[in-house]
């Protein structure tokens, strides 16, 4: 089983400034076959990102994501005030598993 | 738009079976793609179940397989899960979800719904 450690566990920022959101996996993910989710309290995850680069359907374009084999990034280029959630990446090159998540909150 | 909404029982006796349905709304499910099921037990992370392809190709998770059944009623356009067996660590947040392929990114969720196992 991939194993995908997710860093921060929490980023604290303001609203306009840039969110880097790593995923680390525990062997190299074929195909780069991750994605990245927000999920904000009462309301379905929503998918950003997959093939780690490719935006999902309606993702703004501050959403990016970047990486391949085993470590990925989703960077978000200025964040709005809707963009504060928890974001988990989750990898489909194997049976699929997801990493712990990482909150990014106000600061 | 498509839409899933979980519904089911949220509290189930310990060593009982837990069954969750999905109603899927804006698509027809019988079309096509996997329809399944990820969960997350409190203050730990997302676990795949498992999903379902019209009508009756299934994909399980290797470790919950001996106690899953993934089911679907076109005519209602609902699919479901059964987990027999339940212990407490089944307690967990429950989602339906929609995928291209039996293990793959998941591009429709539903909102999730809690089921707590009491013994």
């Known amino acids: 089983e991939i194993v995908l450690t997710q860093s921060p566990d929490t980023l604290s920022l303001s609203p306009g400034e840039r969110a880097t959101l790593s995923c680390t996996a525990s062997?190299?993910?074929?195909?780069?076959?991750l994605a990245w989710y927000q999920h904000k309290p009462g309301q379905a995850p929503r998918l950003l990102m997959f093939g780690a680069s490719s935006r999902a359907t309606d993702i703004p374009d501050r959403f990016s994501g970047s990486g391949s084999g085993t470590d990925f990034t989703l960077t978000i280029s200025r964040l709005e005030p809707e963009d504060f959630a928890v974001y988990y990446c989750?990898?489909?090159?194997?049976?699929?598993?997801f990493g712990q998540g990482t909150k990014v909150e106000i600061k | 738009q498509v839409q899933l909404q979980e519904s089911g029982p949220g509290l189930v006796k310990s060593s009982e079976t837990l069954s969750l349905t999905c109603t899927v709304s804006g698509y027809s499910i019988s079309r096509g793609y996997y329809w399944g099921w990820i969960r997350q037990p409190p203050g730990k992370g997302l676990e795949w179940i498992g999903n379902i392809y019209p009508l009756d190709s299934t994909y399980y998770n290797p470790s919950l397989k001996s106690r899953i059944a993934i089911s679907m009623d076109t005519s209602r356009n609902q699919f479901s899960l059964k987990l027999s067996s339940v212990t407490a660590a089944d307690t967990a947040m429950y989602f339906c979800t929609r995928s291209s392929s039996p293990s793959y990114f998941l591009d429709y969720w539903g909102q999730g719904t809690p089921v707590t196992v009491s013994s």
């Open positions: 062997q190299t993910v074929s195909n780069n076959y």
């Open positions: 989750q990898q489909y090159g194997s049976s699929p598993t």
